[in-house]
């Protein structure tokens, strides 16, 4: 399998030209983009044109889907917003949703915080906030995911697209 690169980003808020310069900085040059929801743009708006999207608790719109599985090769993406699986109190139900997706990797928003962790074998990314971050790290972040055939390597980036120093992880797969 060749290196497949995945941009997630999450939690924009509004900000519509955030999430259409990191989709014009990478677009052609990356396997997939993603957002993890509350965008609060139309699910019609031309801007996810290539873009995998679902819903977030303040997108009211019901054209989003509530979740995604994204089928790459050899991999396979299961992505949600989060809250409708109780993120901010349990774990349980976001990791049953990644194992019945039979995921490699599970992505979610919604806690404005970047994370990115291994459970059960599927690796768990939160990109963080384009907008509003939260928590310890007070930079706006999206995620770059580097998948091999034996690791998933996840760097967060900042606006400018540099890596933000002390927080990129990388898995066995």
Same mark, same amino acid.
């Given at each position: 399998?060749?290196?497949?690169?995945?941009? +997630?980003? !999450?939690? #924009?808020?509004?900000?519509?030209?955030? +999430?259409?310069?990191?989709?014009?900085?990478?677009? &052609?040059?990356?396997? =997939?983009?993603?957002?993890?929801?509350? #965008?609060?743009?139309?699910? !019609?708006?031309?801007?996810?044109?290539?873009?995998? +999207?679902?819903? &977030?608790? /303040?997108?009211?719109? #019901?054209?989003?889907?509530?979740?995604?599985?994204?089928?790459?090769?050899?991999?396979?993406?299961?992505?949600?917003?989060?809250?409708?699986?109780?993120?901010?109190?349990?774990?349980?139900?976001?990791?049953?949703? =990644?194992?019945? =997706?039979?995921?490699?990797? /599970?992505?979610? &928003?919604?806690?404005?915080?970047?994370?990115?962790?291994?459970?059960?074998?599927?690796?768990? +990314?939160?990109? &963080?906030?384009?907008?509003?971050?939260?928590?310890?790290?007070?930079?706006?972040?999206? =995620?770059?995911?580097?998948?091999?055939?034996?690791?998933?390597?996840?760097?967060?980036?900042?606006?400018?697209?540099?890596?933000?120093?002390?927080?990129?992880?990388?898995?066995?797969?």
């Amino acid at each position: 399998m060749a290196e497949q690169i995945l941009i +997630v980003m !999450s939690d #924009s808020h509004g900000a519509k030209a955030v +999430v259409e310069k990191i989709k014009e900085h990478y677009q &052609g040059q990356v396997d =997939a983009i993603f957002h993890n929801g509350d #965008s609060e743009l139309a699910p !019609s708006d031309a801007v996810w044109q290539g873009i995998h +999207v679902v819903k &977030g608790n /303040c997108d009211y719109d #019901s054209g989003y889907q509530e979740d995604n599985i994204v089928h790459l090769p050899d991999l396979i993406v299961a992505q949600t917003h989060g809250h409708l699986y109780h993120i901010n109190f349990i774990w349980s139900r976001l990791i049953k949703f =990644a194992q019945e =997706a039979q995921a490699d990797i /599970c992505l979610y &928003g919604h806690l404005h915080r970047a994370a990115a962790w291994q459970e059960e074998g599927i690796v768990f +990314v939160n990109p &963080g906030s384009v907008l509003q971050p939260r928590g310890d790290i007070n930079e706006k972040l999206y =995620a770059m995911i580097r998948v091999t055939d034996t690791s998933i390597k996840v760097d967060f980036l900042d606006l400018n697209h540099q890596v933000y120093p002390g927080l990129s992880q990388e898995f066995s797969r």
